[in-house]
């Protein structure tokens, strides 16, 4: 029998408290697994935990070392402002963020609220914003998101539409703060769509396989996707801009060969598991 975790938690905004539900959240998955040990958990609830809190979902990717393999990945520079939204544009000044920047409330909940991003162009409108936050460089990456499902050992890579480049001569031009719209899960797949070739190529296999292989290890899960753009204007250039747990595998082409031989692989080691154990007594 397998057990599959929801990645549903209904939690309030509040850090403390929905710290609170997700340990309560933990112990009970836990207590579940101690109780039956014929279950298969998929992945433990603490790792899970760990994806929903925008800065520590990235650690893995800041602590990645991937030079020679095809290109480079990493995080865009950014910030956690916690309290106080009138030291917001002190504490970018301090930390030298460059405008724009894209604030993403710090804690993923499975609320739309928490999925309720700005782009603020200029230093007072910070000052509006709503903490606790993680406040992120905006990297021109030409409208695309490459969505990298990871089911297992299986990697699937979809191009979604994204936010388009900001010129600098925009930049001067515009202020305020303005909501993200959420192009990426509304829109089709922009797998079909006739793009700029050094635009829509997708990032190199051997660099997927290796972040891949990486984020499993570091994030210790099997079922999670990357968001990840190509810096404008470069070939190699990555950047990881979300980590999800469990997303929404349903737009991912041929989820469900994937999905059955994930499956099926996962019995069948379970099976030489027990058939190892009991030859060995
Ligand atoms: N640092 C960034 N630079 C440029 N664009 C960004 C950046 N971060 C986010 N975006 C844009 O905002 C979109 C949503 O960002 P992100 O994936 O971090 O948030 P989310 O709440 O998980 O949204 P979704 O559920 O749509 O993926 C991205 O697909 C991308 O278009
Ligand atoms: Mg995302």
Redesign the pocket.
Known sequence: MLFCISSQVNVSQALCSFQLLAKEWCEIIEDYRHKHPEVTVLDPPDAIQHLRN?KSMLQGVVDLNLSDCHGKVGV?R?IVVTKDPSSIPYEVTKAGLKLP??A??LL?DGTAK????F?AYDQLSLAELEPPLVL??????G?I?F?VYIVGESITVVK????PNHGKRDLSKVAGMYP?P????YLSSAEDADLDPSIAEHPPRPLLEKLATELRRRLGLRLFNI?M?REHGTRDVF?V??I?YF?GYGKMPDYERVFTEFLLSLVQSKYKESTFLKSSF
């Open positions: 925008r865009p950014q920047l894209v993403k409330p993923v928490s999925h309720k991003l782009v992120q460089e905006f990297v021109n990456h409208g998101v969505k979604r539409f994204s936010l993200v959420r192009v990426s899960s968001d753009i950047y801009i979300d999800n997303p």
